[in-house]
């Protein structure tokens, strides 16, 4: 249902020209308001979020905001699914709050997964390490 986001997504990062920009920027107009049926604000704030990603390539900033913007593009997968587990739990309270724990609780589930993949990713080529070692004994 949502994989041609992610198209839109490719053909944004590698539209070059601006031949190639004004055919993403047309194919996101056209298609992101009907994402989001009824929710005309939503999707008006979306559309122009992506078309500025398409038409401005870098911004000024400090070191503070580049941590922070580091720290939540590199976790934005783990946010993205969890995310709706986790902000209706709170959001009856208060969105902020919902949204700060939606980041907070995504970043740490990136964290986990992202120490437990290079864990597992050195134990496995240790393994394999040591069976080419011992197979080499063999020869």
């Known amino acids: 249902m949502a994989f041609w986001l992610f198209a839109l997504g490719w053909a944004a990062a590698k539209a070059d020209t601006t031949r190639q920009r004004v055919l993403v920027t047309v194919a996101a107009v056209a298609t992101i308001p009907g994402f989001f049926p009824g929710e005309p604000f939503r999707a008006a704030v979306v559309a122009a979020c992506f078309v500025l990603l398409v038409w401005v390539r870098t911004l ?46 995504g970043i740490g589930y990136a964290t986990v997964a992202t120490r437990v993949t290079r864990r597992l990713s050195a134990a496995l080529r240790a393994r394999r390490r040591r069976g080419d070692e011992q197979r080499a004994g063999l020869n």
């Open 60 to 105: 000024p900033s400090r070191g503070r905001a580049n941590t922070v913007a580091g720290v939540l593009a590199s976790s934005s997968l783990y946010i993205y699914l969890t995310h709706w587990q986790i902000f209706p739990l709170i959001k009856d309270f208060s969105s902020w709050p919902a949204l700060l724990a939606s980041l907070l609780f």
